[in-house]
């Protein structure tokens, strides 16, 4: 049982450049989210996706996209990476939503992205 | 809007000691509280919660939190601190039935430093 996983662990790009962030979860869980993580910033939400199917912008969702490709797995794009990206990302899963708001979210182990 | 205050960005404490990291939220609605340790190049890992019921929560690692809802905190607390307890933590609120959509903010972490 690996709980979340995410690849790659580190990436360096170039401005301009883009890149897909995989995030997969083998808790069955129906809902999953990605966070960026800056000094002093704590953890801000980029999108969500509340189920399979579903998903939502967060508080910070410019210059990202979001595909759930199914209820294992979502990934996080970037189109064309800027310096203002460069940030620890963390995905998370958890129980429904709505339904089951009572939850904890469970995290993957991160990805480093230095854009340059 | 819903939000979490971690009034110090460090913590210092001797080994054995007591510790508190303090939390205070704000919501519209009821809220779902937890707390999370991050240590360092790792994910989040869950350690606690409050939905209802006792006030004084116990968690993983020995850790504790007490809910007060007259002064919106739920500090965290451990009788006795390890080294090994030194590490980032997050407290985070979940608004519901409020205007936050049932989504979780996250405070912007406190250091702890658990010293020999």
């Known amino acids: 049982n690996a709980g979340v996983t995410q690849t790659p662990k580190f990436q360096v790009l170039k401005t301009g450049q883009s890149m897909t962030l995989q995030c997969a979860q083998d808790?069955?869980?129906?809902?999953m989210y990605w966070y960026r993580q800056d000094p002093g910033m704590g953890l801000r939400l980029i999108y969500y996706s509340a189920s399979e199917g579903t998903t939502d912008k967060g508080e910070v969702p410019n210059g990202y996209n979001v595909s759930r490709l199914n209820k294992r797995e979502f990934s996080l794009r970037l189109e064309s990476a800027a310096p203002s990206q460069t940030s620890v990302y963390f995905c998370?899963?958890?129980?429904?939503?709505?339904?089951?708001?009572?939850?904890?979210?469970?995290f993957g182990p991160g990805t480093r992205l230095l854009v340059l | 809007a819903q939000s979490v205050a971690q009034p110090e960005d460090q913590v210092n404490v001797a080994e054995g000691n007591p510790l508190t990291v303090k939390c205070t939220y704000s919501v519209s609605g009821n809220p779902y509280l937890f707390w999370y340790v991050q240590y360092p190049n790792r994910g989040l890992q869950f350690l606690l919660k409050?939905?209802?019921?006792?006030?004084l929560v116990k968690g993983s690692y020995g850790f504790e939190a007490e809910f007060n809802k007259s002064q919106t905190s739920f500090h965290l607390k451990k009788p006795s601190a390890l080294v090994s307890d030194s590490a980032l933590y997050f407290c985070?609120?979940?608004?519901?039935?409020?205007?936050?959509?049932?989504?979780?903010?996250f405070g912007t972490g406190t250091q702890l430093k658990v010293e020999l």
């Open positions: 985070a609120v979940r608004d519901i039935g409020g205007e936050g959509g049932n989504k979780l903010t």
């Open positions: 808790m069955n869980h129906n809902s």
């Open positions: 409050y939905i209802t019921g006792d006030n």
């Open positions: 998370a899963s958890s129980e429904a939503l709505a339904q089951t708001p009572r939850g904890p979210q469970y």
